[in-house]
């Protein structure tokens, strides 16, 4: 069964675009950085690259997409177990939608499989939402506009001033490329929070059968 939901009506849905603006809300009364549409946003472009690098099809790329467009949607609901209640509400989406449900599978396991405390890489949207969500860190996902009352998220996040997510040209690894200010946070520090979600990169990586690399100011730590 042909599917007629594309991406960009996803993007442009009204209710779509107002869950992920409360999502945001949420999350900024509860101190975390920016999850609005630039994250979303990113994170769609960068899966379907990801599966594009790869050779799957033009429609799996953009089925992955479209879960990274969605993926944080349930933290309207709460940041706790976000990935399954945001699987839950692209589901009852995406089927009053009628999308076929062999797609609708494919979107809400990648959605459900995100989150570092439960995730899986169950299949190659799976893996490529994880990698593309894990890898967006970058200065104006900070909300705080106090530099002096910044925590190590702030900090950390701040002090990239530039990031991008590469697949090698011999296809044998993700490459993510960053450059950090260490005067605003050492690499220590980057890696004392993320350690978890690079971890969980070099797993979905390993789905697809490459490696994960991070340079950092070009140098390799990882």
Partial sequence: MASNV??????????????????????????????????????????????????????????????????????????????????VMAFRILDRLNMPVSEICSIISAIGNHDEKTAQPVDPIAAALIIADKTDVRRSRVRNTIFTSFDIHDRVNYAVTSSELKVAEDRKSFILELTIDTGISSVLEYFEIFLDRMLLCKRAAKYFGLDFRIYMNDSIVM
Avoid: C
């Fill in 6 to 87: 594309t991406y960009e009506y996803i993007r442009r849905n009204p209710d779509i675009m107002e869950y992920i603006r409360r999502s945001d809300k949420a999350l900024a009364a509860i101190g975390y950085t920016e999850h609005s549409f630039a994250h979303v946003e990113k994170t769609a472009h960068v899966a379907s690259m990801i599966l594009e690098s790869l050779g799957y099809s033009e429609r799996e790329a953009e089925l992955a997409r479209i879960a990274g467009f969605l993926h944080d949607i349930g933290n309207i609901v709460n940041r706790d177990d976000h990935a399954q209640s945001g699987a």
